[in-house]
């Protein structure tokens, strides 16, 4: 079975500074995709960035990256010049790959409550 | 740009009752999820449904759980019984692809008194 941590449970970041979340995963899969979905107080679930583990290239989105490292199965994420709106729970997600059906379902981290102050 | 949407925003009901939450996927997206995030804890999977029946679903969807898509536009989650544990936040989500990312509802938040 899958699993996947986030062993920060609450971060705080000055507005215009960068921070970087921490996400881990346990999977005996090779083949596999990794999410940071964001969720603000409206409590909405806002896909952020994607990786597909079998791209050596680090996903970037804007102000937003990741920093994978599928040896050491670590999935971080950082948030460049953060702005107040960045203010959120920010949830890790894996989702093994599979050909067909419907068995991609994700499996969250319990989350890391991210404030950005002015 | 498409969004998933869910009905109602917030469903009060009191313990015992049966509720039945709504959503409507995107339109050309082929698989549907429900989870269930309880406050403060994380999101967690309930149920994905492709080609018209369950493909998969967690031990928290037992038997007073169940899913429909009647009309191919909706996806309901009903809750034949509801209990206080079962207050919590549902949002339903939906994807093109087995691989696609999941494009989640703005949710419904259930209060069970």
């Known amino acids: 079975a899958q699993t996947v941590t986030q062993s920060q449970p609450e971060m705080s970041v000055q507005e215009a500074e960068t921070v970087t979340l921490s996400c881990t995963y346990d999977?005996?899969?090779?083949?596999?995709?990794l999410f940071w979905y964001k969720q603000p107080p409206s409590r909405q679930m806002i896909l952020v960035i994607r990786?597909?583990?079998?791209?050596?290239q680090n996903a970037t989105e804007n102000r937003f990256s990741v920093n994978f490292q599928k040896a050491a199965k670590s999935f971080s994420l950082k948030i460049s010049d953060s702005q107040l709106g960045d203010t959120a729970m920010y949830f890790c997600a894996f989702m093994k790959h599979v050909i067909g059906g419907s068995q991609g379902n994700l499996i969250f981290g319990k989350g890391t409550k991210l404030s950005v102050k002015p | 740009e498409p969004e998933v949407t869910q009905t109602p925003s917030h469903q009060v009901t009191q313990m015992g009752q049966e509720v039945i939450l709504r959503c409507v996927p995107i339109?050309?997206?082929?698989?549907f999820y429900w989870y269930r995030q309880i406050l403060g804890q994380k999101v967690e999977f309930l149920v994905s449904?492709?080609?018209?029946?369950?493909?998969?679903k967690s031990e928290i969807f037992d038997d007073q759980f169940s899913v429909e898509r009647p009309d191919g536009s909706n996806f309901t989650l009903k809750i034949r019984s509801t209990k206080l544990e079962d207050s919590a936040m549902y949002f339903c989500?939906?994807?093109?692809?087995?691989?696609?990312?999941?494009?989640f509802g703005n949710g419904t938040r259930l209060t069970v008194t």
């Open positions: 989500a939906s994807k093109t692809g087995p691989s696609s990312p999941l494009h």
């Open positions: 449904f492709y080609n018209n029946e369950i493909s998969e």
């Open positions: 339109s050309n997206h082929l698989y």
């Open positions: 990786q597909e583990a079998y791209k050596q």
């Open positions: 999977t005996s899969e090779n083949n596999y995709y």
